[in-house]
Nanobody, 117 residues
């Protein structure tokens, strides 16, 4: 089992920055990819960014050049640095990990990010 707890969300003005954190615990050894997803009101959940065990990253086109995903402390933390935030970045942001053992995927409870003046 893997447990994920997000933090760092909040209200920020357009152009501002936020850093999301996800604390990971449990069967960390089985994790091979960590990531962030988001779900805006009335829309489907979408991928924001992922990072693999070897540090390969992948970003949604909408956040490239503005967001940076990183991990630390031997996969016990995953971060999402968000710069130049736009109103369309407003969503609930979820931490996600893929594991090599069942159930193979875990989600955090989500943290709200609101970009508004």
């Amino acid at each position: 089992q893997v447990q994920l707890v997000e933090s760092g969300g909040g209200l920020v003005q357009p152009g501002g920055s936020l850093r999301l954190s996800c604390a990971v615990s449990g069967s960390i050894f089985s994790i091979y990819r960590m990531g962030w997803y988001r779900q805006a009101h009335g829309k489907q959940r979408e991928l924001v960014a992922t990072i693999t065990n070897i540090g390969s990253t992948n970003y949604a086109d909408s956040v490239k050049g503005r967001f940076t995903i990183s991990s630390g402390n031997a996969k016990k933390m995953v971060y999402l640095q968000m710069n130049s935030l736009k109103p369309e970045d407003t969503a609930v942001y979820y931490c996600n990990v893929d594991t090599q053992i069942a159930p193979f995927n875990y989600w955090g409870q989500g943290t709200q990010v609101t970009v508004s003046s």
